[in-house]
């Protein structure tokens, strides 16, 4: 395939940042300071539900230093989440880590002490943790606006006609068509936070009467004005975007952080920021939602599927703030990975005395995927289809439809992912290698070997709308206002890169704005995927419309038409005589600057998709499961950054990727509610020792996406494993294993109730 020549697009191009990050000169929240600037902490319940009879507060704030102490009676009745019921401070405690009172103090150390000296009574209630539990008739209500603990779905961005479940033709009729039906439970529960290196945080100030400023640690700093507390007042609200110590989906929330921090700046008449201690982002700042499938599949003898039916039990905690969100992409999803004419599977999101959810890497079809691929895998092993062949033959095709985020019905117009997939399965060997369900690749001793494979494809690539300006100065440089921060992965590079390769610039001729709402456009964010389509068109197109106007501004001192030039390294000249050329200067003179503007509407019409196969080692004495090695396989149309697509693609394992399948977990103590590994000690996490094998395949056919035919596969690499993962170990020792993740506790249990069943 003929591949068009870039000077910077595929090209191992250093980050603009990168002398900056190493050198410690980048400034992150943590470092900012300002004159008067306060520490705020959270006073947290140590209850899971509770009501708050009493709070005494004087001895607090009798402490030198101490300038602010709110409680729920001492602020207006601000609400955020979805719906917009969960109150900023209440009277009543739902999870061990809520939120009872905030100091606002000089020094750390000094609103740390007030913590302890305010005086709370509580009425401690019943707690209920489980999703199935919680809907039970008796089980403790935690909110008088959810009856019987169930959330509303949908979601007011997702538009009136959100995807709320997967329901379409003739479950029914599907059935009567299939050859096998199989039916099963599947959970991918108790998954932590993706924990990034930077905890959660935020710089907040005040000032009268309602103006608020934030510098928030958030991947998506236009959204902090959406996603703020609703309140009667009408507040005017700008956002500095700040580096993000690693994003990974769940810097999309902090709106509860962000209001504790504006409250106590409020109160105090100075800036105050809060910063979460890594103890209490394990414990308080949100985990994935819980997932637990209870499905039904029907399949013909082909690999065909011709019905599903089942209930999704999604655990949101104690409250929601993106899980009606990652319902609606989840549905979506699922319809990619599996072509079926006949659904009804239907959510039920349940709130209970947990910690609270959030997004994160994988939004909503990782936690529905890694629950239903395993009870897919029944159908395939009674049918003895090889997975492969099944992926092959069910994901999305061109033309193929779905209904996606927002309820419409979309068709897929992109490549077909065949090649890929064949192309990572001859990287890995897995015909030579898998042996057929439920059968180890080799047996050792006690050592069992077992080989999966697991799928994930998402249109969010194509997700929300972007904004972008691009300003051409006369001496041959040009900036770029977005609202985009960095958040780890280089993109705010790569969309230099773009904006250079349009415009023939020197790389280092192009820079980028800080993220500013104030004058920035607006910006959704890197999310989904998103940005090498979604915000890599904004880019494109904003460079090329300020360089249509550059050269429109030449053509009088040309002579020329519009299509007769060009513009390279700041001079503009004729295609047919590039001799004849003239510096931008000489056009735009000392007082002019060419801004162009860039606009992406949401697309859901193209998918991006992973393949991931892995090989594990089971050792059946210890249950200690090794992940030997993993091969990665996707298709992006175009390299845009070599190093940081591998890098991407390297981040498969943790944190909250296939390690989530093997111990990566947040354990709650059910008689107290309280998390007992929140710490870098007891929480269990790879080290750099203990990394597998990985490799990946790249391929590169061309997309219908934007000028450089490139879309983005970041948020989906750690999507395939967890259910890749669960499929090996099933091999390896020889039955079903339908819980994660893969501790040696339950492999051992495992096979002694195998053993006992073999001797009954």
Request: glycine content about 10%; charged content about 25%.
């Amino acid at each position: 395939m003929n591949k068009t020549a870039y000077r910077y697009i595929g090209k191992a191009i250093p980050r603009k940042d990168a002398r900056d990050i190493v050198t410690g000169n980048v400034r992150f929240v943590d470092d900012i300071k300002f004159a008067g600037l306060l520490h705020g902490k959270v006073l947290r319940s140590p209850h899971p539900h509770a009501n708050i009879k009493k709070i005494d507060k004087r001895r607090a704030l009798e402490l030198k230093g101490v300038k602010a102490i709110l409680t729920w009676k001492d602020i207006p009745d601000w609400k955020g989440g979805t719906p917009a019921i969960f109150r900023v401070l209440d009277k009543k405690v739902r999870y061990v880590g809520d939120a009872v009172a905030l100091v606002a103090a000089t020094t750390e150390n000094i609103a740390r002490e007030a913590l302890e000296l305010i005086d709370v009574e509580y009425e401690v209630l019943p707690a209920v943790y489980d999703a199935e539990e919680a809907l039970q008739p008796d089980a403790p209500q935690l909110y008088d606006e959810l009856p019987g603990n169930v959330v509303t779905p949908g979601a007011f961005i997702l538009g009136p006609k959100a995807l709320t479940d997967v329901v379409m033709g003739d479950v029914q009729e599907g059935f009567a068509e299939a050859d096998i039906i199989t039916e099963g439970t599947c959970s991918y529960e108790n998954m932590p936070n993706p924990i990034p290196a930077e905890t959660p945080g935020v710089v907040a100030l005040w000032e009268n009467p309602n103006k608020v400023t934030l510098w928030p640690i958030s991947q998506h700093p236009s959204n902090s004005k959406l996603f703020f507390p609703a309140t009667d007042e009408q507040l005017d609200i700008r956002v500095h975007g700040n580096p993000c110590g690693g994003g990974f989906g769940s810097r999309g929330r902090g709106w509860d952080t962000e209001a504790h921090a504006v409250l106590l700046s409020r109160a105090a008449g100075q800036p105050v920021k809060i910063i979460l201690t890594r103890e209490e982002h394990l414990a308080t700042f949100g985990v994935r939602i819980s997932s637990r499938i209870k499905a039904k599949v029907g399949m013909k003898k082909d690999g065909t599927v011709t019905a599903v039916s089942g209930k999704w039990f999604v655990n949101t905690g104690y409250h929601s703030s993106h899980t009606q969100f990652m319902i609606g992409v989840g549905c979506g999803e699922v319809q990619i990975a599996i072509r079926c004419p006949n659904w009804d599977l239907k959510p039920v999101i349940v709130c209970t005395n947990r910690i609270p959810t959030g997004p994160a890497r994988g939004f909503g079809g990782q936690e529905l995927k890694s629950a239903f691929l395993p009870l897919l895998s029944l159908a395939m092993a009674k049918a003895d289809i090889d997975p492969l062949s099944f992926f092959k033959k069910n994901f999305i095709k061109p033309g193929d439809g779905y209904f996606w985020r927002d309820g419409r019905w979309y068709n897929y117009r992109g490549p077909d992912f065949m090649a890929a997939m064949e192309k990572g399965a001859a990287q890995f060997g897995w015909h030579e290698k898998w042996k057929g369900w439920l059968k180890p690749t080799s047996v050792s001793s006690a050592k069992r070997r077992g080989i999966g494979v697991g799928i994930h494809g998402n249109a969010d690539i194509g997700e929300d709308s972007s904004e972008v300006y691009v300003q051409l100065h006369p001496f041959g440089t040009a900036v770029i206002n977005s609202n985009i921060v960095e958040i780890g992965n280089g993109q705010r590079s790569n969309y230099i890169k773009m904006v250079a390769e349009v415009l023939q610039l020197p790389y280092e001729k192009v820079s980028m704005s800080d993220s500013d709402t104030m004058f920035n456009p607006y910006e959704f964010g890197p999310a989904g995927s998103r940005g090498t389509y979604a915000i890599g068109s904004a880019m494109i197109a904003a460079a090329e419309d300020a360089r249509k106007k550059i050269i429109e501004l030449s053509m009088p001192a040309l002579n020329a038409e519009l299509d007769e030039l060009d513009t390279v390294d700041g001079f503009i000249f004729k295609k047919n005589d590039p001799d004849s050329r003239v510096p931008w200067i000489q056009v735009m003179d000392f007082d002019r600057v060419c801004t162009g503007l860039g606009r992406f509407e949401p697309d859901f019409t193209l998918s991006n998709c992973m393949i991931c196969f892995v090989e594990v080692e089971v050792d059946t004495e210890t249950g200690k499961v090794t992940l030997a090695k993993v091969v990665n396989a996707t298709d992006v149309g175009q390299i845009i950054d070599p190093l940081g697509i591998q890098g991407q693609l390297n981040g498969c394992l943790g944190t909250a990727g296939i390690d989530s399948a093997l111990f990566e977990e947040t354990i709650l103590d059910p008689k107290i509610g309280r998390v007992m590994n929140a710490n870098m000690i007891d929480y269990k996490w790879r080290t750099f020792a203990e990394l597998p094998k990985i490799d990946n395949v790249i391929l590169e056919t061309p997309f219908p996406s934007h000028r450089f035919k490139a879309v983005g596969v970041g948020e989906i690499a750690t999507s395939p494993g967890p259910a890749a993962v669960l499929m090996a170990v099933s091999n390896a020792l020889g039955f079903w294993m339908h819980d994660y993740p893969l501790t040696p506790d339950k492999i051992l249990k495992a096979l002694s109730q195998t053993a006992d069943k073999g001797r009954a």
